[in-house]
């Protein structure tokens, strides 16, 4: 459009300045232009934690916040959670196509010949204390295997970088499978190239007794749903952490390192951890005006599982978990915290206090349920949000790597400190 522009007028001098608007942005380097005298830095734009700046072009994942809408390539998060399975998203993620069935062989035959890791790994793990928490153990051994992979540095070569992209998408199961063995004291299995992946992943965290245990078939599926729903969320906390540490070029094993330990806080990945110990800690469907009391007043109680940067009208991920719990609760049984989590869900959506910030029940407020149901310790959980988001980390990280308008990361910052003065002797320091 002719006047896709926008007009400025610096009041400070007066000057005017006629900015391009494209994908409903101007570009922030466009202001540099914007001075009072020549010797002025330019004007810069102030946006903590980037509540509204692009990053990045990408043309993975697209998300309308407001719509509810989640689409990996253009398919929507549904479809793709009710007829696809995590590998074969994982390869539409990586490649922008879904496969033909020759490529989804191909590629499910891959991964499975690099889910082995190097038996040193396993020493190394032997190093953590026995309480470690897994998501600790997960992002060290991660970022230890760039030193497995001395070729991995080569971030530009397309072939050594897809190497590296399948090596960690298949390990990473069986790296979190040997950290929560460690931290239940149970011999480590290895993979079975003859199971799936999400079947493989059970076998080596669950196993025990039997050569020829076998994970229920309606959990395998339920797991699998819940990988494709967490493989990517476009430029989500970990993901950016990814790309920023990504973009000095360091090679994708330490990248997304960078990206689990990122995930692993509360208020990202760990979400769904502390859903649960909020659930418990609120004991009975009839503390639950109580606990929305507390929440409502302020003291900090955050109502953990609600509430997204994106999404305000609802997190379509969370309706599709929803359905997936009375799948697994048939074979499990019912989390008795279902319950409260139920009701609380039901008192919190007609609260203005919550209808007024748009707080919804977001991927972590049920996912948490159903690990728990599946027989995983809580402190777990984060390790099988990061197996399935690896997939859109080491894409993010490709896209990054191949762009040409990327560059190394870095902001820019507001002093407010103390400029220039002189040294002061210790002795004459007040
Ligand atoms: N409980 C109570 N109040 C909340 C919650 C919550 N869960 N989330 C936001 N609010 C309130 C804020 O206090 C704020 O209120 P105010 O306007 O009166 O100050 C308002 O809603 C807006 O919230 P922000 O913090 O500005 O929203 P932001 O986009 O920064 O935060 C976040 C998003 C971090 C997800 C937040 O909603 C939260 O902490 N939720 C709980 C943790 C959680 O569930 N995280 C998982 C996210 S999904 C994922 O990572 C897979």
Known sequence: MANDTLSITDNRTGKKYELKIENGCIRAMELRAIKTDPEDFGLMTYDPAFLNTANCKSAITFIDGDKGILEYRGYPIDQLAEKSSHLETSYLLMNGELPTKGELDEYVNKITHHTYVHENIKSFMDGFRYDAHPMSMLGSTVAALSSFYPEAKHVRNLEVRRAQMVRIIAKMPTLAAFSYRHSQGLPYIYPNNDLGYTENFLTMV???????????????????ILFILHADHEQNCSTTATRVAGSSEVDPYSAVAAGITALYGPLHGGANEAVLRMLREIGDTKNVPEFVKRVKGGDGT????????????????????????????????????LDIAVELER??????????????????????????????????????????????????????????????????????GTRKRDYVAIEKRA
């Not at 669950?206 to 699998?224: C, E, F, M, T, Y």
């Not at 994106?310 to 969370?318: F, I, L, Q, S």
């Open 206 to 224: 669950k196993s025990i007794g039997k050569p020829n245990w076998r994970a229920h078939p309606a959990l395998v599926k339920a797991l699998d």
């Open 347 to 416: 008192v919190a959506l007609q609260d203005d206090y919550f209808v007024q910030r748009k707080l919804y029940p977001n991927v972590d407020f049920y996912s948490g349920l159903i690990y728990e149901a599946m027989g995983f310790p809580v402190d777990f959980f984060t390790c099988l949000f990061a197996i399935p988001r690896t997939v859109g980390w080491v894409t993010q990280y490709e896209e990054m790597i191949t762009d040409s308008e990327q560059k190394i990361a870095r902001p820019r910052q507001i002093f407010t």
């Open 302 to 337: 955050k109502l953990m599982g609600f509430g997204h940067r994106v999404y305000k009208n609802y997190d379509p991920r969370a309706k599709v978990i929803k359905r997936a719990c009375d799948e697994v609760f048939e074979v499990t049984g019912k989390n008795p915290l």
